[in-house]
């Protein structure tokens, strides 16, 4: 006796309405769905075969997690299944368009009341970055910014920060304060022994024309590590 065949999946449109990703969204909000459902929206449909959200779980178990799908270049994306040239594109404007909604929390002239703001917009101006780059985000007196420099590049390792460099930058900049970060590509955002050298030398260097070191990120894997808030500076 042969065995039947199978049902034909449902399609996302027949699933039950607080199932669908999309009305998901509208009645709970975007945080209410997983990467698959939100990457799915983004889809709109799937694989032969498949659906968007199928579709989207296979991109994520075969290139995943999500981070490391959405760091990979617009050319690499557009040769994935599913996804394509078309698709790769508007993923990649997509995410600059939520890089400069972040960036936009620092850079349209309003104080910086929130340190969280400042950890985050490292970690979308650095993270992903192959090798160590150390950036500046340069103040005014009521902690407004007035810039973001990337100063030194290293290699996957290490970059070489000079003081100098950076107290130059910061009176050019006519800044009163500085905020500073660098990304580790190994993903551990553990701060080195070095790392808290450079942030010594860095607040020695700056108080010396009366300029404030008033947090120093570090970008790795999950929220960014503040060494104000371990009580280094």
């Known amino acids: 006796m042969s065995n039947p065949a199978p049902l034909p999946a449902l399609r996302i449109r027949e699933w039950p309405a607080a199932e669908r990703p999309r009305e998901k969204l509208l009645a709970r909000g975007a945080g209410a769905l997983s990467d698959a459902e939100l990457l799915a929206i983004f889809l709109g449909s799937g694989l032969r075969g498949m659906d968007a959200v199928a579709t989207s779980r296979r991109l994520l178990s075969q290139h995943g997690p999500l981070r490391a799908l959405l760091d990979l270049p617009p050319e690499a994306l557009a040769r994935l299944p599913g996804l394509g040239p078309a698709r790769a594109c508007k993923l990649a404007a997509a995410l600059e368009l939520g890089h400069r909604h972040l960036s936009a929390e620092l850079e349209r002239g309003e104080t910086l009341c929130d340190p969280g703001a400042a950890g985050r917009y490292f970690t979308q101006r650095l993270r992903g ?17 007035l810039a973001f420099e990337e100063l030194f590049h290293g290699t996957l390792d290490s970059a070489e920060v000079h003081p100098r460099e950076v107290v130059r930058r910061a009176l050019a900049h006519n800044a009163a304060a500085v905020i500073v970060g660098h990304n580790h590509p190994s993903g551990n955002p553990e701060p080195s022994a070095a790392d808290r050298a450079v942030t010594a030398r860095l607040k020695q260097a700056l108080a010396l024309v009366d300029l404030r070191l008033l947090d120093h990120f570090i970008v790795a894997d999950g929220p960014p590590l503040s060494l104000a808030a371990r009580g280094w500076l």
Do not use: K
């Not at 340069?138 to 902690?143: A, G, K």
């Open 129 to 145: 970055r192959p090798h160590e780059v150390f950036a500046v985000l340069f103040l005014d007196t009521r902690h407004r910014a």
